[in-house]
């Protein structure tokens, strides 16, 4: 994926770049890795290195930072699988890094992971399915307004960040061509927001579920019905 992105004052044009390697060694084992890179500035267009699918793109962020002296790119990784343990259980997940530091800056890392089972033949008629997701406190943003990812004030992944959401859902077969789904999620959102301005300070900056926590509970029942034939 390339694409451009909306303007910011100055001339600052930004552009997102983003590829992904599947691999499916078996017929119950799927994985994958991926990179996406926000860069930014003024005048800038879109750049050959970002454009490469099989390069590595750290590494060109890296090679930027270092011999042009960019620093107006905002890169991340990420890695996730799906796997058949077994017919009766399904396991899945994947992990986005945005940030980490390994010097003595006490900046909180800035990742998101998501996670869950299924549970297909929980019974003859019922499948089951569990989530949990982590956004951290920090996650799409940085220091420059502008390598946020966002188009026009709106998250390019999440909406928002600083939470953690967990989810159960079971898909019940109560009729031929009727299936019932009751659902259940969990929603703790901190105080954070990918919005906000970049911390001066990272003291008391807590990695996820800052401030107040707010905790919302949500059930919900849902269908699906097949009348006759199409």
Partial sequence: VAARLDEFPGDVRRYLALHRLDWQ??????????????YAGPGRDFELEFLNPVSFWFNENENERTYRGTTSNNALI??????????????????????????????????????????????????????????????????????????????????????????????WFAAPGLSLVPKL??????????????????DGVETVLSGNVVTTVRPSLGGRAAVGQV
């Fill in 185 to 202: 999620a969990v929603l703790r959102r901190g105080q954070g927001d990918l919005r906000q301005p970049w911390p001066a300070s990272f």
């Fill in 78 to 171: 990420g890695a996730g699988f799906w796997w058949r343990v077994k017919p009766s259980l399904i396991v899945f997940g994947d992990f986005t890094l945005d940030d980490i530091q390994v010097d003595a800056v006490n900046e909180p890392p800035s990742y998101a992971f998501y996670a869950g089972v299924v549970l297909p033949r929980l019974s003859e008629r019922i499948v089951a399915r569990a989530s949990y997701t982590q956004v951290s406190n920090l996650s799409y943003r940085t220091a420059t307004d502008f390598e946020r990812y966002t188009f026009r004030g709106l998250g390019l992944a999440r909406d928002f960040s600083d939470y953690d959401l967990f989810g159960v859902e079971v898909d």
């Fill in 25 to 38: 060694p078996s017929a119950d084992l799927a994985l994958y890795g991926a990179e996406g890179v926000l």
